[in-house]
């Protein structure tokens, strides 16, 4: 904290001060560099006081266009750096605009701390101008809020956000500040981070014992392990325990969307991404595994399918520090309620104790039929003579640039992307949960203010980068050098396959490519550099040329428009139902062939489902 002590001085009696000092003192207190947000009327006694702090050298502000922009550029700033992330809005319209952000922050448990002005205490429930009920509005979808009446309160309240923010499950907490809270003065003595007490909110970090022991003996009998992991390891900051104990039982690993980066997808027991999107071998996998550990996962529907005959064949074992998440939709034969790093830790401490040593024949056989369906049924990278495919571009961006941050937008993109990136732990950063649509520019906004000697690039498609285009503004303003990379289709492109698949081809109200923008005129206009690809032969070049710029891109990528992403698990059906499968499978000769009774396709592996169209053979 000493770098910010021009700005926030250490106070040993208490003096004259207003909310508003109290509020940007207490946050300065807790660590905070940046803040994204944008001002109003009833914020205004903040940004006052925000303005004095920056100008001694303390906190900084980033003036987004939007607070949506605010809420997704804070969000992404504690998915890579692990920290809370502070955003503000003023009241009314302003932190109605948040919601979204905030939404998207509570599916994918991120810690968030996020500031409304409210109108003054007297004119609250009037119908004041510019009031609303922030505080009933975002009950659903915060993991705690308050709305301080006394600025007395202002620095305990602060300080119990944050430890609630990033304590337990993390997630965001809500501040909202009436007007006149912000300018009264009181007799102001800070509250240092660490030193709350909250008698009721005491998350569960140690796992039991004796369910620890249990794990470990279902691990050691398993002949088809398989480790499950979700965002939940992400948080806890527990890649090195989930490689160690994948390579101690030679087991296999499978991430979620959330989870992608906690376990290298290079290493030889990675079988990537799983769900409607996933690869093959992994969804193969989860069908057919005879022990399933859950690592940080909630089981989501877009991971399981069918619920009921996701990992039908498995004992369970659910690691998470939510007890409201083990059990809710799948019933675990071993539960452990605890941090996840510390849970694995203890396991791990616990097989070394016992001298657990692996013997590497148990998963020999399950891991050679892995690898046969990764050879069998491999993500495929199309090339079209006429056109560039949208997997391309995501294998190109992860050529040249493997070790940046990434940034995601929602849609077909996002799952190409997921699919072909294989970047570190917090430097895949996407909305999953809530699949928000506008995420991804703000989002690499926030990651490269927090980061700013790190590449970030974002990923977007035509539809989704117009929801938050407005935030190349903010980019240019404090050229923040992002490089974003529009996989232009033309199209919604997931609305279109699932009208395309399951709607009889009835595109209704998908088509972007009337009245799409010049996006290098759009990018030029805001004073940033535009760039437009349209063959296969100026892709490579075309990266290069961005990535070498000082500044921040638009890339605009013209792309074959009625390209699908496969595999794809339908509504309703099993993860080894998928459809879309490569034609092209290599045939196993130890198993023998049988032809699906419906469309008459070979079952080359080992699965009760035929590949092609999902009938149960």
């Not at 021009?6 to 000092?21: C, L, N, V, W």
């Not at 093959?280 to 529907?301: K, M, P, Q, T």
């Not at 649509?437 to 906004?445: E, H, L, R, T």
């Amino acid at each position: 904290m000493s770098e910010l002590s021009t700005a926030s001085p250490k106070i040993t009696a208490a003096t004259r001060r207003t909310g508003s000092y109290a509020l940007i003192d207490s946050l300065q207190r807790h660590g905070v560099k940046h803040i994204f947000g944008y001002p109003g009327g009833a914020i205004l006694p903040i940004y006052d006081e925000l303005y004095r702090a920056e100008a001694a050298g303390g906190v900084k502000h980033i003036l987004v266009r939007h607070e949506q922009g605010a809420s997704h550029a804070a969000d992404a700033y504690s998915r890579a750096t692990g920290q809370v992330g502070v955003c503000f809005g003023t009241s009314g319209p302003g932190a109605t605009n948040l919601v979204t952000g905030i939404a998207t922050a509570q599916m994918d448990s991120i810690p968030m701390v996020i500031i409304t002005g409210q109108v003054s205490r007297a004119a609250i429930g009037t119908d004041a101008f510019q009031e609303t009920d922030i505080y009933g509005i975002t009950l659903p979808i915060v993991k705690h809020s308050y709305v301080v009446r006394d600025p007395k309160d202002m620095a305990r309240t602060v300080a119990e956000a944050f430890h609630i923010a990033s304590t337990g499950r993390p997630g965001p907490v809500l501040i909202d500040v009436p007007k006149d809270v912000g300018l009264e003065e009181f007799d102001y003595l800070p509250v240092e981070p660490g030193s709350v007490k909250l008698p009721g909110y005491r998350p569960t970090v140690k796992g039991n014992p004796r369910q620890i022991n249990q794990a470990i003996y279902l691990m050691q009998e398993a002949e088809r392990p398989l480790l499950y992991v979700g965002g939940g390891a992400i948080s806890a900051n527990a890649h090195a325990e989930i490689l160690e104990l994948a390579e101690m039982f030679q087991m296999p690993v499978t991430t979620t969307l959330m989870g992608k980066g906690v376990f290298d997808e290079l290493h030889p027991l990675a079988v990537g991404m799983l769900g409607m999107h996933g690869t093959a071998y992994a969804n193969f996998a989860v069908s057919e595994c005879d022990l399933l550990i859950a690592v940080g996962a909630r089981f989501d529907d877009r991971v399981t399918g069918k619920l009921d005959e996701f990992a039908s064949r498995a004992k369970v074992i659910h690691i998470d520090i939510d007890p409201a998440e083990v059990g809710k939709n799948r019933a675990p034969q071993v539960p452990i309620v605890g941090d996840v790093r510390q849970v694995l830790m203890d396991l791990l401490r616990r097989c070394h104790e016992l001298g657990i040593s692996r013997n590497s024949e148990q998963t020999k056989a399950w891991l050679e039929r892995i690898n046969r369906w990764r050879e069998d049924y491999p993500l495929e990278v199309p090339q079209y003579p006429d056109a560039i495919s949208p997997q391309e571009v995501i294998v190109e961006l992860a050529n040249q640039a493997p070790s940046a941050y990434y940034t995601t937008d929602v849609g077909q993109h996002q799952m190409w992307s997921a699919q072909f990136l294989k970047n570190g732990p917090r430097r895949w950063i996407s909305s999953a949960g809530l699949g928000t649509m506008g995420f991804g520019m703000p989002a690499a906004m926030g990651v490269k203010v927090a980061l700013p000697d790190e590449q970030v690039i974002c990923i977007a498609g035509d539809a989704s980068i117009q929801m938050n285009i407005q935030e190349l503004g903010t980019l240019a303003q404090y050229g923040i050098n992002v490089k974003t990379v529009i996989v232009n289709n033309g199209w919604q492109g997931m609305v279109r396959q699932w009208q395309q698949t399951f709607y009889q081809e009835r595109y209704s109200s998908s088509n972007m490519e009337v009245g799409m923008p010049d996006f290098v005129m759009l990018a030029q206009a805001y004073g940033i550099k535009g760039i437009c690809v349209r063959s296969r032969n100026e892709l490579k070049d075309a990266i290069a040329l961005m990535l070498a710029h000082d500044g921040p891109v638009l890339m605009d990528v013209r792309v074959k428009r009625n390209e699908n992403c496969y595999p794809m698990v339908a509504p309703g059906k099993s993860n080894s139902q998928m459809i879309g499968l490569p034609e092209k499978a290599k045939l196993n000769q130890t198993v023998e062939l049988v032809y699906c009774p419906t469309c008459g396709a070979k079952n080359v592996n080992s699965n009760k489902f035929c590949p092609e169209c999902g009938t149960k053979l």
